[in-house]
């Protein structure tokens, strides 16, 4: 049988998705897929848009690679409008002339920006927000200028007016209504959003109808308005809601809806055979969907009917969560009440600024709507009882009222959810798809995330995703108890609090006040790490000695054979010929295989408990410095060669990477920590993969966090752009003690931050935003700890009484007779078990 | 009968850390702890790990046994009888060690 051939016209986020869904299709090969792109790419992440003007390239935005399209033998074409319809014929025709012939012709061509008909809205820098090229030529635009302003006061207008704002200009919002959101808020929220986004430094215009767009006095447009005001400025964006993109459609005589897109049914079919609309496109019951969750479902729809299946279009539900101009906002159902009878209750702070409105049915027994600003916390309980159709709780108006001291927030219960209940919009993750992850081994957020993409989206259903979690793991029987272990009834966050608070300064301290048994290998780490974060102390003094793994007693790594290796701090990986020489040289001398670690430094293995004082004295004596590469702390900063010898550098990544490593070196915390910095975007240092990770830009350093190379590999996040070097320590200052203060026990940043409610927002809340007022008390921990740094290898080296522990045995000079080597590539590794007679006979 | 071999010296013992010691010809890892008081004796070679290294693991208590962690890879030995709490088939040697005149002896196990 010959493969059936599927044309989709454009590929947006619905056309991908379409794509995608069909090529995981256990049918896949039964088909034949080509696809038309109008734009210069294949599809990328719109709704995240705005990210590209907080640093996101188009790279870092798109959804998928031309070298995955071409691996499963989809064939595309970038830059290529489809331009002709010939449904009798089943064919279509491309602006270059290409004729292309169908089996079904799926239609995702999306929407495009309506731009009000307004006398002068053509000029240069009169742009809409749609595209990346949009993008680009709004940052050109936006660099010539000082005033900006946004026609249009809905969801997508007040993101760009955040762009404007981000970019320096002074913004202004002109909305025709009288409010902002008016299709998402009523009137107490909208007020409240308006109040709010004011106070940020944008102006707000409400009903204000633009008459024509002149030239400016002072700057470059003059708007003047229908009531005879006016407002100047250099650039204008049009953000005045979107039309389906029909075009094509209509004027080849598929059916189309009164006010525009593409008439479907209940699966995605058009009125024409082999012909589906799906995404921003289709009007399906006479309506469009703006949102690219419902999209996704048509994709998986049409999908289903071309493969033989039945899944229907049933409509969508509209709510949304968002954070605007950092302002949170969330919009739920029929946020209006203009359901029949509808009543609603009412919360209205205007002291801490937050405003919520519970919309419930007629006999009070259901959620129909909801408005929440600036506190949106019960958005994902609201929305769950509406979709569900649940009762609501006796005391409803307590799901939006303030929690009071020391109780928490009404839930409903995630329990009374149906398995089926959709708790991840984006990734379509149900309550049942979370309870098989947990059921299977998930017991964490990270994990949940990995296994079922929930919350990975928009976010959007963190919390609520985190409910079904602890709820499932306690119906498991797991006890959800994050005691560090049975000496302690507290997570190690509350011991690190405990410790900070009360300035204890030693175990048995603790042990005393908070704990009880003798600790063991898990707490007394632990709190050895805890301690040495916020105190810094000497690890080998005889209160903290015995507390420590044999890699911080010894200061070394301990190898499988009980011997340790040595490895010498190279900040930024940079070291002269005659440092090179002196590693040569022990290394020689007392045998020490030598290899290159990770970090740009050398490790040195093989050194016995008793070689090791001699061999770091002379490191010491040449200049070296322990590298901690035995601690759960700081271990290096990579670097790339930057600025001062290599053609493409940008800044001087070595120097800076250098700056760095000495500040924080030795830090020590709930796990070992890796930096790195790159000159240019080239990102040669890799980054992108490090705890903290640093990039040169043309304007400063880009700062990226919690990135993970190793075991579950994560991209790093980008905290903040084009830093100069003062801020960018301030910040990493920040996020390095708060994550010290808050981390689980060995929880590296990457599982930490997936981990952390309110993901990367909430981070950049805490570090940049200073939401917690804790900047300066982080900052001050920071500087003490750097105070009170040493070189435990030079303060070990220099007496003589922490040196009596570096011999084997405390009564004879003799060695640990069971140490057997073999040689091999020119250099010893210690013997495997058969091979270990002949190594011992032939020592002997 | 009096077999015992002194070792050290009581002020040689740091609190809650290990030492090893040599006792005719076998390695013995001897720890001190702060809190109950007493001395413990085991034989210094871990037997999951096959190296010599107990000694420098950390102690604790598990329940109510006290034990040493192996630093290799974290099983947990009872300092009294010396069972491998995670793989039972495992005993360590255990000596008997007692504190005389500021000295610490070791008697053959
Ligand atoms: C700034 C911004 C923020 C947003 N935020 C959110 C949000 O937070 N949440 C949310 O759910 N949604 C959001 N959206 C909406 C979301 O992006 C859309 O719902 C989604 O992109 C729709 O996907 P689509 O494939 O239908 O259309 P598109 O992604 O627009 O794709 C259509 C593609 O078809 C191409 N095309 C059109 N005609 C032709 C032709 N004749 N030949 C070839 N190619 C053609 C177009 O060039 C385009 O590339 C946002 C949108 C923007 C612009």
Redesign the pocket.
């Known amino acids: 049988m010959s493969k059936q051939r599927i044309v989709v016209?454009?590929?947006?986020?619905?056309?991908?998705k379409f794509i995608d869904n069909l090529l995981q299709d256990p049918k896949a090969d039964q088909f034949d897929i080509v696809t038309?792109?109008?734009?210069p790419r294949l599809?990328y992440d719109?709704?995240q848009?705005?990210s590209y003007f907080s640093g996101a390239t188009a790279d870092d935005l798109m959804l998928t690679s031309e070298g995955y399209y071409r691996d499963n033998g989809v064939n595309f074409v970038l830059n290529?409008?489809?331009?002709e319809l010939d449904t009798a014929n089943n064919q279509v025709v491309t602006s270059s002339g290409r004729v292309e012939s169908y089996d079904k012709l799926v239609l995702?061509?999306?929407?495009f920006p309506f731009v009000p008909p307004i006398p002068g809205n053509d000029q240069e820098h009169c742009l809409v927000?749609?595209?990346i090229e949009d993008l680009e030529a709004i940052s050109a635009s936006a660099a010539q200028s000082k005033i900006g302003v946004v026609v249009g006061g809905g969801?997508?207008g007040l993101?760009?007016a955040n762009a404007l704002k981000a970019a320096g200009l002074e913004t202004h919002v002109v909305e025709f209504a009288p409010r902002l959101m008016a299709v998402q808020l009523d009137e107490g929220g909208g007020k409240l959003l308006r109040r709010k986004i004011e106070e940020l430094g944008v102006n707000v215009h409400t009903e204000k109808a633009t008459k024509e767009i002149v030239a400016g006095e002072n700057c470059r447009y003059r708007m003047n308005f229908a009531d005879g005001s006016h407002l100047e400025t250099d650039m204008i964006l049009f953000s005045a809601g979107i039309r389906p993109?029909d075009?094509?459609a209509r004027q080849f005589g598929l059916e189309i809806g009164e006010r525009g897109g593409i008439v479907v049914n209940d699966s995605c079919q058009t009125n024409v055979d082999n012909v589906y609309a799906?995404?921003?496109?289709a009007l399906w019951s006479g309506r469009i969907?703006?949102?690219?969750?419902p999209?996704y479902t048509m994709a998986k729809v049409a999908v289903s009917h071309i493969t033989g299946g039945d899944e229907q279009f049933r409509g969508a539900d509209m709510s949304?969560k968002?954070k605007l101009l950092g302002v949170d906002v969330a919009s739920i159902g029929d946020a209006h009440g203009n359901t029949p009878g509808a009543q609603s209750y009412t919360y209205n702070d205007e002291i801490e600024q937050v405003y919520k409105r519970l919309i419930v049915s007629a006999d009070g027994k259901k959620v129909v709507g909801a408005v929440l600003v600036g506190d949106v916390d019960a958005y994902g309980n609201l929305l769950q009882l509406m979709l569900n159709d649940m009762d609501l709780p006796g005391n409803p108006a307590g799901l939006i009222l303030p929690a009071g001291d020391g109780e928490a927030a009404m839930g409903l219960g995630v329990d009374a959810l149906p398995d089926t209940a959709q708790i991840c919009s984006c990734y379509d993750v149900t309550k049942g798809m979370i309870k098989e992850a947990v059921a299977s081994g998930c017991t964490d957020m990270g994990a949940i995330k990995g296994a079922t993409k929930a919350s990975t989206g928009?976010g959007g259903c963190a919390a609520l995703t985190k409910q079904v979690l602890d709820a499932e793991l306690s119906n498991l029987g797991y006890e959800v108890k994050n005691d560090i272990c049975e000496h302690f009834a507290y997570s190690r966050k509350e011991l690190a609090d405990i410790v900070r608070v009360k300035k204890i300064k030693t175990f048995d301290e603790l042990l005393d006040s908070h704990g009880k048994g003798l600790g063991c290998d898990v707490c007394k780490p632990a709190a050895a790490s805890i301690l040495a974060s916020f105190w810094n102390e000497y690890v080998l003094e005889d209160n903290l000695v015995g507390l420590q793994d044999t890699n911080d007693v010894f200061l070394g790594n301990m190898q499988k054979d009980g011997t340790y290796s040595i490895v010498p701090r190279v900040a930024g990986g940079e070291i002269t010929p005659d440092k090179l020489i002196v590693l040569g040289e022990v290394a020689k001398e007392y045998n020490l295989y030598t290899k290159i670690t990770g970090g740009q430094r050398i490790d040195l293995f093989g050194a016995q408990l008793h070689e090791l004082p001699v061999i770091w004295k002379k490191l010491v004596d040449a200049g070296f410095e322990t590298g901690h590469a035995y601690g759960k702390s700081v271990r290096t900063v990579k670097s790339c060669v930057g600025s001062t010898w290599c053609r493409y550098g940008v800044d001087d990544s070595v120097g800076f990477a250098i700056e760095i490593e000495d500040r924080y070196k030795g830090l020590r915390s709930p796990h070992k920590l890796k930096f790195a910095v790159s000159g240019c975007t080239r990102e040669c240092a890799e980054a992108q993969s490090k705890d903290v990770g640093v990039i040169a830009t043309e304007n400063g350093w880009n700062l990226y966090v919690c990135g993970n190379g190793g075991m579950r590999p994560r991209h790093a996040d980008l905290l903040a752009t084009d830093l100069d070097a003062e801020t960018l320590i301030k910040y990493v200052d920040r996020f390095l003690m708060f994550y010290i203060r808050t981390a689980d026990r060995l929880q590296r940043t990457s599982v930490w931050l997936e981990n952390l409610e309110g993901g990367l927002a909430y981070l950049k809340d805490v570090v940049i935003n200073d939401k917690l007022g804790l900047a300066a008390e982080l900052e001050a921990e920071m500087e003490a700890n750097i105070a009170n740094y040493q070189c435990e290898w030079k303060t070990t080296v220099e007496s003589p009484e922490k040196l009596k522990r570096f011999r084997h045995f405390i009564n004879s000079d003799a060695t640990d007779s069971n140490l057997a080597y073999v040689v091999e590539r020119e250099q010893r590794r210690p013997a495997f078990k058969e091979e270990r007679i002949a190594a011992v006979e032939l020592a002997d | 009968m009096s077999n015992w071999t002194t070792i050290c010296k009581e002020t040689d013992l740091t609190p809650d850390t290990g030492l090893c010691a040599l006792l005719d010809g076998e390695q013995v890892a001897v720890f001190y702890s702060k809190k109950t008081g007493e001395l413990y004796a085991v034989s210094n070679f871990d037997p999951i790990g096959e190296a010599n290294v107990l000694s420098r693991g950390i102690i604790g208590s598990i329940g109510e046994a006290v034990v040493v962690a192996s630093p290799l890879y974290k099983q947990h030995f009872d300092l009294k009888t010396g069972a491998c709490l995670e793989e039972p088939e495992h005993t360590l040697k255990v000596y008997p060690v007692r504190l005389e005149a500021g000295e610490v002896q070791l008697q053959p196990a």
């Open positions: 016209v454009g590929n947006g986020m619905v056309g991908h038309f792109s109008e734009e599809a719109r709704v848009l705005s290529e409008k489809v331009t995702a061509t999306g929407s927000y749609r595209t969801l997508l993101e760009a993109q075009e094509l799906i995404g921003e496109c969907y703006g949102l690219v969750a999209g949304t968002l928009c």
